[in-house]
């Protein structure tokens, strides 16, 4: 599976974007998919999961609330949309294929990746 991740750029804080994960070469539909980002200096973190048929999401507290995780398994795409952006969200984000079909926050459990997008929030 190659993973494609779009939709980064500029926003201001307070503000939204939407990003998006296609799968190439081969369908993701029965795998979990997840966002991750990573900060200059910092380490990677999960900041959205949702499960094979997007019946599960899940999300940390620093985002909750703020971000929603998609899917439209037709498109094989998903989706993160981020609203209330804040300085600290700017990151590259990236999206991962899990090995399996429900929702983790363990990257290692991800083995394919996007080759992220950077959001960079101002204030």
């Known amino acids: 599976v190659q993973l494609q991740a779009s939709g980064g750029g500029l926003v201001q804080a307070g503000g939204s974007r939407i990003l998006s994960c296609a799968a190439s070469?081969?369908?993701?539909?029965?795998?979990?998919v997840g966002w991750f980002r990573q900060a200059p200096d910092k380490e990677r973190e999960f900041v959205a999961g949702?499960?094979?048929?997007?019946?599960?999401?899940t999300y940390p507290d620093s985002v909750k609330g703020r971000f929603t995780i998609s899917r439209d398994r037709a498109k094989n795409t998903v989706y993160l949309q981020m609203s209330s952006l804040k300085p600290e969200d700017a990151a590259v984000y990236y999206c991962?294929?899990?090995?399996?079909?429900?929702?983790?926050?363990?990257?290692?459990?991800?083995?394919?990746w996007g080759q992220g997008t950077q959001v960079t929030v101002s204030s």
């Open positions: 949702i499960s094979w048929n997007g019946a599960s999401t």
């Open positions: 070469k081969r369908t993701f539909t029965n795998n979990a």
């Open positions: 991962a294929a899990s090995r399996t079909s429900s929702t983790s926050s363990v990257s290692s459990q991800y083995n394919y």
